[in-house]
């Protein structure tokens, strides 16, 4: 069927499947509480693998985002509790500014340098760590040092429901900020022109450049937002979890490539869509969801995670040798 040829559809109908698998399996995975924690987990996540989406979709790699993320967070955080600073706005502007900025030191070096991302991104991962934790402080700023304002932000919700036992659930207004920005970078992937050399330069950076396309300012334009991204989405997991941690998101790199390759990316360049990378990401999250519901232990989640991304490497690499890009 004509309508199976698109990833977008199969990997949907791969999502309702696990859903329905999964659902028989533990009943409880049904449970309102526990749909509203799964679309809670998707947000910080979610909004990672949307910069990462650009960077592949490029026809490059990064592993550094997330500690784009933690140096965003921690500093702001830090510097909000030093000064007594008890706001939203100004902070998320900080955060996302660093991680632009950060971004942009990838996009600088790769361009610059005509080096290997992977390596790239490597080194700034480290390199940024390190300063952080070298250069900043170790400690975790826990709950009853966080500013009130960013509890209060993580706290909100859509919608809050009561269980039997008189306690509370609800689904977190954060997915309404995940759902616009994925909207955003939907509209600007397939309506305007800087997303069109962001495919044009994935699929052959060569035949991108003799076209017009400026490369320099397509580089630019993932790294830099794919860093506004991780730092505005650690500040959003500091505000949700309730704690500033230097030493977090490590390995979290793995999670989020998996969902982008997941979601029909190509490992290659050239291809990827957002509606793709969301549907993927429900279903990682879904998967190590599941997993924690049936009491299996984190190593053997990381397994499980591992063999999605190379199973899901697998397939688009034989789907992009066959057909064209």
Known sequence: MRVLRNSNVVI?????????????????????SNIFSLLKANVVIGLMALGVLLIMISGGIDVSFTAFAIAAMYLVVRTMVAIDYDGVILPFIFAT?????????????IHKFHMIPLIVTLGTASLVRG??????GTSNVNIDEMPPSLIELGRA?????????GT??????????????????HLVLTRTMIGRSVYAYGADPEAAR???????RTMIFVYCTAGALAGFAGL??????????????????????????????SIFGGRGSVIGTVLGVFILVMIQNSLILMGIDMTWQRVVVGGVLIS????????DRRSPA
């Open 12 to 32: 949907a109908l791969i999502l309702v499947a696990a859903m329905v698998v999964i659902g028989l399996i533990n009943p409880a995975f049904w449970q309102l």
């Open 97 to 109: 500014a660093i991680g632009g900025l950060l971004g942009l030191m990838n996009a600088g070096i």
């Open 131 to 136: 300063l952080v934790l070298g250069g900043v």
């Open 157 to 165: 919700n859509i919608v809050t429901l009561e269980r039997a036992n």
């Open 168 to 185: 509370t659930f609800g689904l977190t207004a954060m997915i309404l900020v995940y759902a616009a920005l994925a909207i955003l970078i």
């Open 210 to 216: 003799r076209v017009g396309f400026k490369t320099g």
């Open 236 to 265: 959003l997991h500091s505000s949700m979890s309730w704690l500033a941690n230097p030493r977090g998101f490590v390995g979290l790199e793995l999670d989020v490539i998996a969902a982008v390759v997941l979601g029909g990316c």
């Open 312 to 319: 899901a490497v697998a397939i688009t690499a034989l789907r």
